[in-house]
């Protein structure tokens, strides 16, 4: 099960930091993504890593100012998004599967059940 949090209401520039916490994780696991849909719009891939920590890709729209990160030890993905703008605005999904081309393809088996972020101009 995964549970994401971490969202809310900032400036534009300003920063946010979302967590997807993996509640009885099991080993089938590897690959940890984040998805955002925007109102109106389909859910769009932001960024992918694997537990390991390596494996990192990112959207181009967020490239050089989103991080994504993993705690192993608490079973934690982290999504650090700087330097937000408004058309960031979107309830920001988490998803996990075993292999990485679901994950990357929107169709992982794990989804977590969104957290907004509104970004004010």
């Known amino acids: 099960q995964l549970q994401a949090s971490g969202g809310g209401l900032v400036q534009a520039g300003e920063s946010l930091r979302l967590s997807c916490a993996a509640s009885g994780r099991t080993f089938s696991v590897e690959v940890v993504g984040w998805f955002r849909q925007q109102s109106g719009k389909e859910r769009e891939f932001v960024a992918a890593?694997?537990?390991?920590?390596?494996?990192?890709v990112y959207a181009d729209s967020v490239k050089g100012r989103f991080t994504i990160s993993t705690n192993n030890a608490e079973d934690t993905v982290y999504l650090q998004m700087d330097s937000l703008k408004p058309e960031d605005t979107a309830v920001y999904y988490c998803?996990?599967?075993?292999?990485?081309?679901?994950?990357?393809?929107?169709?992982?088996?794990?989804w977590g059940q969104g957290t907004k972020v509104t970004v004010s101009s």
């Open positions: 998803a996990a599967d075993g292999l990485r081309r679901p994950v990357m393809a929107g169709k992982a088996y794990y």
């Open positions: 890593i694997n537990w390991s920590g390596g494996g990192i």
